[in-house]
């Protein structure tokens, strides 16, 4: 069983930045990947990191969102910078065997962190 909790959400202005953190057990096992939710919309992969570092990201945030793993302190990290109001959202980090942006292959989440940034 592997436990997630992430923090740093909150609220911004358009082109402000955030750093998620998500502190948890066994991350050298895993994948990790970053999802978010909007009211009324399905979940969506934001970023992956592969067990060996490799990344993917989505179209959306590419280029304004980096993934990072401390594995000395079991932490995954979300950089997002310049953030737009379509950023908003919950976001959630999950565990999983692959490096893949579909929510369905990932076996552990977090309960989630609030992100709104304001035009």
């Known amino acids: 069983q592997v436990q997630l909790v992430e923090g740093g959400g909150g609220s911004v202005q358009s082109g402000g930045s955030l750093r998620l953190s998500c502190a948890g057990s066994?991350?050298?096992?895993?994948?990790m990947g970053w999802f978010r939710q909007a009211p009324g919309k399905e979940r969506e992969g934001v970023a992956a990191?592969?067990?060996?570092?490799?990344?993917t990201y989505a179209d959306p945030v590419k280029g304004r969102f980096t993934i990072s793993r401390d594995f000395a302190k079991n932490t995954l990290y979300l950089q997002m910078n310049n953030l737009k109001p379509e950023d908003t959202a919950m976001y959630y980090c999950?565990?999983?065997?692959?490096?893949?942006?579909?929510?369905?292959?990932?076996?552990?989440w977090g309960q989630g962190t609030q992100v709104t940034v304001s035009s």
């Open positions: 990191m592969a067990r060996d570092g490799r990344t």
């Open positions: 999950a565990a999983g065997e692959f490096i893949e942006l579909r929510p369905e292959l990932y076996m552990f």
């Open positions: 066994r991350f050298s096992t895993y994948a």
